[in-house]
């Protein structure tokens, strides 16, 4: 199983993107997706989760607000909406799956994708 994510750019202050995650399986409803963001020389960090059977989402408190997950059944998908993006928001993101609860912790993942890159321009 793999997971393909996109939808990353160049973007100005204020301005919005949404990120997809692609499964190549579809995820089990016992399975979480979360989304997670990291810039050079610094740790992987939690952005937001969702149980994939809906429901239980979960944000960083940066992202609350501002960001929205959601998923497409059909399409085997989970979003991140970004809203208002800052620069700071500027990372590489990436999708991840864990089976059970949508938790924050990166270690607690064992499947990632690619990452996308987030560029905000201020």
């Known amino acids: 199983v793999q997971l393909q994510a996109s939808g990353g750019g160049l973007v100005q202050h204020g301005e919005s993107l949404r990120l997809s995650c692609v499964a190549s399986?579809?995820?089990?409803?016992?399975?979480?997706l979360g989304w997670f963001r990291q810039t050079p020389g610094k740790e992987r960090e939690f952005v937001a989760a969702?149980?994939?059977?809906?429901?239980?989402?979960r944000y960083a408190d940066s992202a609350k607000g501002r960001f929205t997950i959601s998923k497409e059944s059909n399409a085997n998908t989970v979003y991140l909406q970004m809203n208002s993006l800052k620069p700071e928001d500027t990372a590489v993101y990436f999708c991840?799956?864990?089976?059970?609860?949508?938790?924050?912790?990166?270690?607690?993942?064992?499947?990632w994708g690619q990452g996308t890159q987030v560029t905000v321009s201020s």
């Open positions: 969702m149980r994939w059977n809906g429901g239980d989402e």
């Open positions: 399986a579809r995820p089990f409803s016992s399975h979480a």
């Open positions: 991840a799956r864990r089976t059970g609860a949508p938790l924050s912790g990166a270690a607690m993942y064992n499947l």
